[in-house]
């Protein structure tokens, strides 16, 4: 049974979680040629106060790239 373990910065929609789910699920199965059913997904979501790069938390990072507005 393979499990994929996915980590990712919490924020997205339900819908693209949903989507990414089905996605991975179907690369794994067709990758591996297994059934969809022995696929299990585990997706953690993160707030992005406890997510740093470089030592910064991103979720500063984030909020800079906001205010500076479009590039």
Same mark, same amino acid.
């Given at each position: ?15 693209? &979680?949903?989507?990414?789910l ?7 199965? #067709? ?6 059913e ?8 993160v =707030? ?7 030592? &910064? =938390?991103?979720? #500063?990072?984030?909020?800079?790239r906001? #205010? #500076?507005?479009?590039?």
């Amino acid at each position: 049974m393979p499990i994929v373990m996915i980590t990712l910065l919490s924020g997205r929609s339900r819908r693209a &979680k949903k989507l990414l789910l089905r996605s991975v699920t179907d690369a794994v199965a #067709a990758s591996l040629d297994a059934p969809n059913e022995s696929v299990r997904v585990i997706l953690n979501e993160v =707030p992005a106060e406890h997510w740093a790069v470089a030592g &910064k =938390p991103i979720g #500063a990072r984030r909020r800079r790239r906001k #205010a #500076a507005g479009p590039a």
